[in-house]
C-alpha cells in the first residue's frame, strides 16, 4: 500500500483516538511494530482560532513518523484554514474524520454527520485535497444506519476527490463502538474503487489481524482499542503474519517497562502531574492478568509522581506474593488474554 510517500505492505497502523494516542503512546506503538499512527482528532475551529490547547495536538516528532494528523468539522471554511496550518506542522498525511458518532460532533455537521451529507463531503475533501500538498485520507463508517450503508456511494466520491486512502470503521454511527464490525463491506469497497482500503473494526488481538487480512482484501488494518494497554498487539500480529505464530513472551517485566517507558515519554511531552495523573487510565490494560496486582493498582491510582509510580511497579516486580491482599479478586483478575483463568 502506498499513501503518498508512505509505501507499507500488509501495514498494521494505529488507530486516532481522543485522550489515547498522544506523542508518547504513538512512540510507544511505533517501537511495538505499528507502520503508521495518527493522532487524535483535532478540532478545526480550535486550530482556526489558534487554541493553544488544541495546536499543541498538532505537534508531532521526527522519531514517530509516518504519523498522519487527523482534524474534524463540519464548515469548508474553517476546514480549509485547518488544514493548511495542520499541513504547517508537516505531518506524512492529513486524515479527516468523517466517523464520529458522538453527539456534539454530529450535531455540528462534523464526523459521521457527513454521511448523511455525500455531496457535501465531497466538495469538502475536494477543497482540502485541492489547497494542501500532502495526501489526504479520509476514515469514516459504512453508514449512517443499517438502513442507510452507502459506503460505496462514499468511496467513490471519495476517490474522484482525489484521497490516499480511506480507512473504514465497518460499523454504522449508530452502531457507536458496539456489536460487531462487519468486515464483509471492505471487498465490496475493493470492487469498486481503486485507492488503498483500510480495515478498521472489531479488531481487538493479533489473529484479527490476521483474520482481516486473509478473510478481506483489506490494504490495511487498523487497530484502536486493542491496542490500549497492549501495543504488544503489533509486534504479535506482524510475528503472526511472518511466521505463523507469536513468539514474544509479554511477561511481567515487559509490561511494566513498557507502561513505565511509556509514562516517561508522557512526562517528557506534558509534564510529570499531568502525564502521572492521566496515566491511570492504562495500567489496568498494561497490567491485566497480573497476580495480585489490585493493592499496587490502588496505589497507583493515587501516586502523584513519576518517581512513586516506578518505586510501586518495581517493587511488585521484585516480589509479587508481598501483595497477596486475601480480598477476593475482581473481574478484571479472572481474565487473562480472554480466557478466564
Ligand atoms: C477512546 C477512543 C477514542 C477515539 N477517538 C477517535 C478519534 O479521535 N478519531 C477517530 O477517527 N476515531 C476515534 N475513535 C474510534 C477508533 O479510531 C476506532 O474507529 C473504533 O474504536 C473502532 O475500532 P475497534 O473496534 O477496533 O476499537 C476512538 C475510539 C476510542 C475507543
Known amino acids: 500500500m502506498k499513501i503518498g510517500t508512505v509505501e507499507i505492505e500488509k501495514g498494521i497502523l494505529l488507530a486516532p483516538m481522543e485522550d489515547i494516542t498522544d506523542v508518547s503512546f504513538r512512540l510507544v506503538c511505533r517501537e511495538l511494530g505499528a507502520d503508521l499512527v495518527y493522532t487524535e482528532f483535532v478540532n478545526a475551529e480550535g486550530i482556526v482560532r489558534k487554541n493553544a490547547k488544541t495546536h499543541k495536538k498538532l505537534e508531532i516528532c521526527e522519531e514517530e513518523r509516518p504519523v498522519g494528523i487527523q482534524i474534524y468539522g463540519g464548515e469548508l471554511k474553517s476546514m480549509i484554514g485547518a488544514a493548511e496550518i495542520a499541513a504547517s506542522y508537516n505531518p506524512d498525511l492529513l486524515d479527516i474524520n468523517a466517523g464520529c458518532w458522538v453527539k456534539n460532533v454530529v ?146 517485566e515487559k509490561r511494566i517497562s513498557t507502561c513505565l517507558r511509556h509514562l516517561k515519554l508522557a512526562v517528557g511531552v506534558k509534564g510529570e502531574r499531568r502525564a502521572v495523573i492521566e496515566h491511570r487510565k492504562f495500567y489496568s490494560g498494561y497490567m491485566k492478568g497480573m497476580r495480585n496486582i489490585s493493592s499496587v493498582r490502588s496505589a497507583l491510582m493515587k501516586a502523584e509522581n513519576y518517581d512513586q509510580a516506578v518505586d510501586m511497579l518495581r517493587r511488585y516486580q521484585e516480589d509479587p506474593e508481598a501483595f497477596i491482599t486475601h480480598k477476593p479478586l475482581e473481574e478484571s483478575e479472572l481474565l487473562y488474554n480472554g480466557n478466564c483463568l
Open 107 to 252: 450535531g455540528n455537521g462534523a464526523g459521521a454527520a457527513l454521511l448523511k451529507e455525500p455531496e457535501k463531503m465531497e466538495v469538502l475533501i475536494r477543497e482540502i485535497v485541492d489547497t494542501i500538498k500532502i495526501p489526504v485520507t479520509v476514515k469514516t463508517r459504512i453508514g449512517w444506519d443499517e438502513r442507510n450503508i452507502n459506503i460505496i456511494e462514499i468511496a467513490q466520491r471519495l476517490e474522484d476527490a482525489g484521497i490516499a486512502a480511506l480507512t473504514v470503521h465497518c460499523r454504522t454511527r449508530t452502531q457507536g463502538h458496539n456489536g460487531d464490525a462487519d468486515w464483509s463491506w471492505i471487498d465490496k469497497i475493493k470492487q469498486r474503487v481503486k485507492i488503498p482500503i483500510i480495515l478498521n473494526g472489531s479488531v481487538f488481538a493479533a489473529h484479527d489481524v490476521q483474520r482481516a487480512f486473509s478473510e478481506t482484501g483489506a490494504d490495511a488494518v487498523m487497530v484502536a482499542r486493542g491496542a490500549i494497554g497492549h501495543p504488544w498487539i503489533f509486534t504479535e500480529a506482524k510475528e503472526l503474519l511472518q511466521t505463523g505464530k507469536i513468539s514474544t513472551v509479554i511477561d511481567i
